[in-house]
């Protein structure tokens, strides 16, 4: 189900129970740190805020995009394109959705202060966004974007007016004008600013307890099937399992893989899917002294051979069937293939002779000591997995601790570059390889919005140029050969090492149905009362 459109059975389904206001709660594996949708873009935050707030254009990684705010996105020309705005929405407190509105939520998001991952890889690709009249924008891009309709579901729309903004708000080549003091994420401790135009209203948000919602009488969409939802989070997973088979939740995501049979025994369900993420190890290779959190004669990750050696040294396979029961794929690129930009590359081989060839190779025959820095909460079976590969990288001779801590402590520590190494995962909302290269594996640069979480700070010219060449090539054919080519060099240089696609897993009570999304999101407006 999507916000806009539901098949006739559900529809009546719907209907018929709605005078019995049916509570739902949600267990969620990760806590969101905030409710300010322009504070952190991550989907941690992204999917609980998805029940309050609405970007112009809806997707899930595979699917077309959905219209939402807006009803259409047309290209003019190769930079400019006309946005038709959905007319007679309105925000929670009943003021209705304007061209201000979109003007000021894209001049806001990239102005959030210490943001963990910072909304402006998009914002900086707008030349200006020009207002015609009451249901008509004109985005204008620096350069052409083929991908605009991603670009356009990634920024939450607010209310300029309760966000204090001036009658006029303009987005243009200077910067953007009109926007008053531009309130930060700590004024959403009043829940009055938490006010979107999304299926669902905020009631009360307390950080380590529950994020409970009211369903939004005046929703432009169709009505969600629950009326109150509570969403808990329960980063450990054997309670979250037993909050399921107790009944004091009705969905959870991530149940461990190791639970799935006892759970289907209980009587309830489960569902899962491919997804569009991928778990992978990023070594920090630019520098030529010892990098943090590692005891070792300068940087052996420096040394590509070093980094190859690492890659040989994992059994992807192994971790598949042993670790993840089956539920992931061993991963050989940054999306897995079919995706838009894949090559359907091999998996690095697991081969721990060669591996300690090339650090022998490479000088480092003794080995040497490293910390590896992971989550243990925010991926399937991520702590075990991280121990798995300590265990593997230390037989061949690199001695390995796992340091693994709670999503919000280890992202905070990563963006600080406090790791020499860590594993993490990056899930693309386009279902294109140029989400994960130009994040990931271009070189950070703030100012053009690249590599904004190349925090292995892997560097190559040639890969930039056709990453910044792709991003502007219309031509399907030409743009996937130049994302192709990228990814290929960047893992012949081992510069970021995939482990595995991630299968993501949903359990449910009977009554319940969650249809699965690659995009991982666990949204409570997508919960629907099984037939």
């Given at each position: 189900?999507?916000?806009?459109?539901?098949?006739?059975?559900?529809?009546?389904l719907?209907?018929?129970?709605q005078?019995?206001?049916?509570?739902?709660?949600i267990a969620?594996k990760?806590?969101?740190?905030?409710?300010?949708?322009?504070?952190?873009?991550?989907?941690?935050?992204?999917?609980?805020?998805?029940?309050i707030?609405?970007?112009?254009?809806?997707?899930d990684?595979?699917?077309k995009?959905i219209?939402?705010?807006?009803?259409?996105?047309?290209?003019?020309?190769?930079?400019?394109?006309?946005?038709?705005?959905?007319q007679?929405v309105?925000?929670?407190?009943?003021?209705p959705?304007?061209p201000?509105?979109?003007?000021?939520?894209w001049?806001?998001a990239?102005?959030?202060?210490?943001?963990?991952?910072?909304?402006?890889t998009?914002?900086n690709?707008?030349?200006?966004?020009?207002?015609?009249?009451?249901?008509t924008l004109i985005?204008?891009?620096?350069?052409?974007?083929?991908l605009?309709?991603?670009?356009?579901?990634?920024?939450f729309?607010?209310s300029?007016?309760?966000?204090g903004?001036?009658?006029?708000?303009?987005f243009?080549?200077?910067?953007?004008?009109?926007?008053g003091?531009?309130?930060?994420?700590a004024?959403?401790?009043?829940l009055?600013?938490?006010?979107?135009?999304?299926?669902?209203?905020?009631?009360?948000?307390n950080?380590?307890?529950?994020?409970?919602?009211?369903a939004?009488?005046?929703?432009?969409?169709?009505?969600?099937?629950?009326?109150?939802?509570?969403?808990?989070?329960?980063?450990?997973?054997?309670p979250r399992?037993?909050?399921?088979l107790?009944?004091?939740?009705?969905?959870?995501?991530?149940?461990?893989?190791?639970d799935?049979?006892?759970?289907?025994?209980?009587?309830?369900?489960?569902?899962?899917?491919?997804?569009?993420?991928?778990?992978?190890?990023?070594?920090?290779?630019d520098?030529?002294?010892?990098?943090?959190?590692?005891?070792?004669?300068?940087?052996?990750?420096?040394?590509?051979?070093?980094?190859?050696a690492i890659?040989?040294?994992?059994?992807r396979?192994?971790?598949?069937?042993?670790?993840?029961?089956?539920y992931?794929?061993a991963a050989?690129?940054?999306?897995?293939?079919?995706?838009f930009?894949?090559t359907?590359r091999?998996?690095?081989?697991?081969?721990p002779e060669k591996?300690?060839?090339?650090?022998a190779?490479?000088?480092?025959?003794?080995?040497?000591?490293?910390?590896?820095?992971?989550?243990?909460d925010?991926?399937?079976?991520d702590?075990?997995?991280a121990?798995?590969?300590?265990?593997m990288l230390?037989?061949?001779?690199?001695t390995?601790?796992?340091?693994?801590?709670?999503?919000?402590?280890?992202?905070?520590?990563?963006?600080?570059l406090?790791?020499?190494?860590?594993?993490?995962?990056?899930?693309?909302?386009?279902?294109?390889?140029?989400?994960p290269?130009?994040?990931?594996?271009?070189t950070a640069?703030k100012?053009?919005?690249?590599?904004?979480?190349?925090?292995?700070?892997?560097?190559n010219?040639?890969?930039d140029e056709?990453?910044?060449?792709?991003?502007?090539?219309?031509?399907?054919?030409?743009?996937?050969?130049?994302?192709?080519?990228a990814?290929?060099i960047?893992?012949?240089?081992?510069?970021?090492l995939?482990?595995?696609?991630?299968?993501?897993v949903?359990?449910?009570a009977?009554?319940?149905?969650y249809?699965?999304?690659?995009?991982?999101?666990?949204?409570?407006?997508?919960?629907?009362?099984?037939?």
């Amino acid at each position: 189900m999507n916000r806009l459109y539901l098949t006739a059975a559900v529809a009546a389904l719907a209907l018929g129970t709605q005078a019995q206001a049916e509570s739902l709660a949600i267990a969620l594996k990760t806590e969101p740190n905030s409710i300010d949708p322009h504070f952190n873009y991550s989907a941690v935050n992204i999917a609980p805020l998805s029940n309050i707030y609405d970007p112009l254009v809806e997707s899930d990684a595979v699917k077309k995009p959905i219209p939402a705010l807006a009803t259409s996105w047309t290209a003019l020309d190769d930079l400019r394109w006309e946005i038709k705005l959905r007319q007679g929405v309105t925000f929670h407190d009943g003021s209705p959705l304007t061209p201000r509105d979109v003007v000021y939520s894209w001049c806001r998001a990239p102005l959030i202060e210490n943001s963990p991952s910072s909304y402006a890889t998009f914002v900086n690709k707008m030349a200006s966004i020009e207002i015609v009249d009451d249901s008509t924008l004109i985005f204008t891009t620096k350069e052409p974007n083929p991908l605009m309709w991603s670009d356009l579901s990634q920024i939450f729309i607010i209310s300029a007016a309760k966000m204090g903004a001036e009658e006029t708000v303009t987005f243009g080549a200077e910067g953007c004008t009109g926007m008053g003091e531009v309130p930060q994420s700590a004024v959403f401790s009043d829940l009055g600013y938490a006010m979107g135009t999304g299926p669902y209203k905020v009631t009360e948000f307390n950080r380590g307890e529950a994020l409970r919602l009211e369903a939004y009488d005046g929703f432009w969409g169709d009505k969600p099937d629950y009326d109150d939802v509570t969403i808990r989070t329960i980063s450990s997973d054997g309670p979250r399992v037993a909050a399921l088979l107790a009944g004091d939740v009705q969905l959870i995501e991530s149940p461990p893989i190791q639970d799935i049979e006892r759970i289907k025994g209980e009587g309830f369900k489960t569902t899962e899917t491919k997804s569009a993420r991928v778990i992978y190890l990023q070594l920090r290779q630019d520098m030529t002294e010892t990098p943090p959190m590692m005891e070792a004669e300068g940087n052996p990750l420096h040394d590509q051979r070093v980094r190859q050696a690492i890659s040989y040294a994992i059994n992807r396979q192994g971790i598949v069937d042993r670790i993840m029961g089956g539920y992931a794929e061993a991963a050989g690129e940054l999306l897995a293939p079919p995706m838009f930009g894949t090559t359907g590359r091999a998996v690095d081989p697991y081969d721990p002779e060669k591996a300690k060839a090339l650090l022998a190779e490479a000088g480092y025959g003794d080995g040497f000591k490293v910390t590896l820095g992971a989550p243990n909460d925010r991926y399937v079976n991520d702590e075990r997995v991280a121990q798995a590969i300590a265990q593997m990288l230390t037989q061949v001779g690199i001695t390995t601790d796992v340091d693994a801590t709670t999503a919000s402590q280890f992202f905070s520590r990563r963006n600080k570059l406090d790791f020499g190494m860590f594993m993490a995962g990056w899930g693309s909302s386009s279902g294109d390889t140029s989400s994960p290269l130009n994040a990931m594996v271009a070189t950070a640069n703030k100012d053009i919005g690249a590599g904004g979480w190349n925090y292995g700070r892997y560097s190559n010219p040639v890969v930039d140029e056709k990453i910044a060449k792709a991003l502007v090539t219309v031509d399907d054919a030409e743009r996937e050969k130049l994302l192709q080519e990228a990814e290929t060099i960047a893992l012949d240089e081992f510069g970021i090492l995939p482990l595995h696609y991630e299968l993501t897993v949903w359990a449910m009570a009977p009554e319940v149905h969650y249809e699965p999304r690659s995009d991982q999101r666990t949204a409570a407006y997508l919960v629907e009362k099984a037939e």
